[in-house]
DNA sequence: TCCGTGCGGTTATAACTTCTAACGAACGTG
DNA sequence: CACGTTCGTTAGAAGTTATAACCGCACGGA
């Protein structure tokens, strides 16, 4: 069997030289967006030259596709830790996310921020993401559902493949969606610094919008 | 008095060619992202050669900076439109939203999409963006306001500079930066293309956090 | 009407970028 | 020890933004 740590010691190297890569493209990214990373630039900085990359990515674009991976798994990973440790709480999976974009806002633009028209993202990133959403819908089975059910909720009755079978009821698919897009909502805008000028506080913002999703008031 | 339109025949056609330059981004834009933005071949299209551009334009920068100018442009002008012939209605401003947004999605992520580090808008944009969220203020003091106040709107009692004077209470202010956050949400998410492999229909989350929005339900 | 200023467009050039191709050296495995 | 894979190099093609220098024509004042 093939064991995916160590095998020969080219591989190690390998690894290592792709990881050092990654990281210096993470703090490329992080200060000057994804927009400007330069291929260029990190072999400058590792001290080799130019096209000695091609030999670990298949271009710019394979690169970034890494990156985008590496998030997803990073976000997965810290939403998975979390509902472990706090027995798949909403709240704690809210600040959860909201630290983890804070941590780092180009990679979660890397994620949640404006496509590339014509880019496919590979199937195992969905794959990871349905992940992410699998343990958001456990925190939002847990929580009382109440009120008649929605035109949308009906909706929802019909359109949940995308639970890949998770038993929740349609009101915890609701909640799910308007857990994620609620928050994406003031995130976004609150990385993006578009609360910047106005004075208000996006952590409160932030609160209140959580408070309104754990709340009694179902959508 | 200097009249803003067709003084000297030199200026209409600066102002012509400024225009078409303007229209050869926009539709470049659309089909590969404001990233794929090349002047070079906005030039060839044009049928003349490269550098002509900086005639018109003091570089990329400059031009991508005019080109959020119209954008936000565009969507005060939609949305005062739509408010003056609903009178004011906030599911209409939904929709006339969702509607600007759908006609171009790169253009709403010219607004409201992954910014750029360094970048700083140019001021008279924060301009008509606040006057964008007037004319939603306008809209959401008309809502009835019931329920409590909540800690947000005791925060937003505080800060409300934003509201550039407008006399609105603090539960309409909250309800203004809801409607925005949420529509935000749910918009980015769809434009994005984060819902297409989910089988739900977009048009319907959106409908349903409207009449959340909408309804009696406030905060 | 005529003439000069200045504007618009050109080519050339520099400094970047991604990416391919060909070559040499070093490493590790048989 | 020798051979072969792999790594890193330099060279080069095809792009990009942007600046500089130059030329001609059109516009506007006299």
């Known amino acids: 069997m093939v064991n995916s740590e160590a095998k020969t010691p080219r591989e190690r190297y390998r690894a290592q030289v792709r990881t050092e890569i990654k990281q210096r493209a993470w703090e490329q990214i992080a200060t000057a967006g994804a927009s400007a990373l330069s291929l260029n630039a990190i072999a400058k900085q590792m001290g080799m030259s130019g096209p000695a990359l091609y030999r670990y990515f298949g271009g710019r674009d ?39 974009a804070l941590r780092d806002p180009q990679r979660y633009f890397l994620i949640y921020g404006t496509p590339v028209p014509g880019y496919q993202a590979p199937d195992d990133t969905t794959a990871i993401s349905s992940e992410i959403m ?21 909706h929802l009755e019909g359109h949940r493949d995308w639970a890949a079978g998770h038993p929740a009821p349609p009101a915890a698919l609701h909640r799910a969606l308007a857990f994620w897009t609620r928050l994406h909502g003031v995130l976004s805008l609150e990385l993006a610094g578009h609360f910047s000028g106005m004075g208000i506080d996006p952590a409160q913002l932030f609160a209140a919008e959580l408070d309104d999703l754990a709340g009694t008031s179902a959508t």
């Open 62 to 100: 394979d690169l970034i596709t890494e990156l985008v991976r590496d998030a997803y798994r990073s976000l997965a990973d810290a939403f998975r830790a979390t509902s472990e440790a706090s027995g798949a709480d909403v709240t704690a999976l809210a600040h959860a996310l909201r630290a983890w």
């Open 134 to 154: 699998a343990t958001l819908l456990d925190a939002c089975a847990a929580l009382p559902s109440d009120g008649p059910a929605t035109p949308f909720e009906a």
